[in-house]
């Protein structure tokens, strides 16, 4: 008679989460005094609220040169949270993101009680930093994730015979756009035309559904293959198509690329896809500064983004970023272009 098996494992119960940190104006935070860190806005993790400080000087005299992290818990109550954490930048490639993962599950889980945290001391030498890819236009940024263990315990196991890997139809529909295999329709964007495939442009997209089957379809043009589309930008689109087949927004690799994703987001509200549009406001936000609040904001007003208009509305809310966003042209072509913005704002701001 054969033995019977069986299995069990200790497992975490945890939760994982990340936030996004963009540092602007680089330069001008190194008269930050050695030792002396910057708040991020607190943000939710794992039920507990953290934030993030920034060390432009390092934390301390003996990594001046460097700049430094930290992770602190930010809420009241003597019970330690356990969690681990690491910084890393973004926009990095699949190896450095598996590197990353890697590193992330084997670090250190301690423990934070309120007001108190664990210090990344030498995230990047500034040199180095200054003369990386990270840092464009003055600015750089950083994602923290963060692992929050709620408690140990047993799980039972039974003997798997079967493993069964991970859903990898986003890489199939990606490889699809790709390799244009099956494609049904061409899309002119720019005097360049890209492929791709109506039934999952109709299933992703009712602008797209109506385009290409409904009554919009654009007569002898639809029938042959061939779309032309006006206002867009190849670049733009093909974020869009690599969204409608993959569900994933990557902005690795294209220049300004806040900017970039300002026009994906207008793309994304001209085609009925709301969940890639909050994913282009969610980015947008990190990049609020007294340069592209203007921008920033009479895209919110022309698009229904309330997010990003409440982060630029909470970022002015500084009495100095507001008078040195009162200095700028974009502050003069709000006036002129979306005065009841421009008094929302002003109301809300200044005192009576």
């Not at 680089?26 to 920034?54: L, N």
């Not at 699809?176 to 035309?193: H, P, Q, S, W, Y």
């Not at 208009?309 to 009495?319: E, T």
Request: hydrophobic share 40%; net charge negative.
């Amino acid at each position: 008679m054969s033995p019977s098996g069986s299995a069990s494992a200790i497992v975490a119960d945890k939760t994982e989460g990340y936030h996004f940190l963009t540092i602007h104006d680089y330069s001008r935070t190194k008269g930050v005094p050695i030792g002396e860190g910057i708040g991020s806005q607190p943000f939710t993790v794992g039920g507990h609220r953290w934030c993030i400080y920034y060390y432009p000087n390092g934390d301390r005299t003996e990594v001046a040169d460097y700049v430094s992290f930290s992770l602190e818990l930010e809420e009241d109550g003597a019970t330690a949270v356990k969690a681990h954490f690491r910084f890393c930048f973004t926009g990095e490639g699949e190896e450095e993101e598996a590197k990353h993962a890697a590193l992330l599950a084997l670090a250190s889980v301690d423990e934070y009680t309120s007001g108190n945290g664990w210090v990344c001391t030498k995230f990047i030498n500034r040199k180095v930093l200054e003369n990386s890819k990270h840092l464009k236009n003055n600015s750089f940024m950083v994602r923290c994730d963060i692992v929050v263990i709620h408690r140990y315990g047993s799980a039972y196991n039974p003997v798997a015979y079967v493993s069964v890997p991970p859903c990898d139809s986003s890489q199939d529909f990606g490889e699809l756009l790709e390799t244009e295999k099956g494609a049904d329709v061409v899309f002119e964007v720019g005097g360049k035309t890209v492929a791709a495939h109506r039934c999952i442009l109709a299933a992703r997209s009712p602008v797209f559904a109506a385009e290409l089957f409904g009554p919009m379809k654009e007569g002898n043009a639809a029938t042959a293959g061939v779309v032309h589309l006006e206002d867009m930008e190849m670049e733009v689109f093909k974020a869009l198509l690599r969204y409608a087949y993959t569900s994933s927004l990557s902005l690795q690799g294209m220049a300004n690329d806040h900017v970039t994703c300002q026009k994906i987001l207008v793309a994304a509200d001209r085609y009925g896809m709301g969940r890639l549009k909050l994913l282009c406001e969610e980015w947008i936000c990190e990049c609020i500064d007294v340069d592209t609040a203007a921008t920033i904001l009479a895209l919110a007003e022309r698009h229904h983004c309330e997010g990003p208009k409440k982060a630029c509305f909470d970022f002015l809310a500084d009495p100095a970023k507001l008078r040195a966003f009162m200095a700028t042209g974009g502050f003069q072509y709000l006036w002129e272009s979306c005065p009841s913005l421009m008094m929302e704002l002003m109301d809300m701001c200044l005192p009576y």
